[in-house]
């Protein structure tokens, strides 16, 4: 059974839609950028602030692949996991992806919401 990502940019609702999605298909939901500030202890915004973004994106595919391995969970991305040609290799091997989109001034009003 495949996982369905999410992906899109910041800001386009990946992670409203996907627990609203999760919701209505019977389904598992995850927000990766969660699931890496639990594994981690640090937000997506707290590693691009310490590092060079070469290191979060490191965590992020390690974490990308961990998820993976579940099955029939509906998986929002970070707004930069489909920006790599192996994230997206294996979220098409383990699942069917999902674009969301939204109007320029929605993606910037949302992403001032979120602090970003």
């Not at 298909?25 to 590693?47: H, M």
């Not at 390690?62 to 489909?82: H, K, M, N, Y």
């Not at 383990?94 to 910037?108: M, V």
């Amino acid at each position: 059974m495949k996982n369905l990502y999410l992906i899109g940019m910041m800001g386009s609702g990946k992670s409203h839609w996907g627990k609203t999605l999760a919701l209505d298909l019977g389904r598992p939901f995850l927000d990766l950028d969660e699931y890496l500030t639990q594994k981690t202890g640090l937000s997506p915004a707290q590693w691009l602030e310490q590092g060079p973004e070469p290191a979060f994106r490191e965590q992020e595919w390690a974490a990308l692949c961990e998820v993976a391995s579940l099955r029939w969970t509906v998986i929002a991305t970070g707004g930069g996991t489909p920006l790599s040609r192996q994230a997206r290799t294996l979220m098409t091997r383990t699942g069917d992806i999902l674009w969301l989109d939204a109007p320029e001034d929605t993606l910037w009003a949302r992403s001032q919401e979120n602090g970003s």
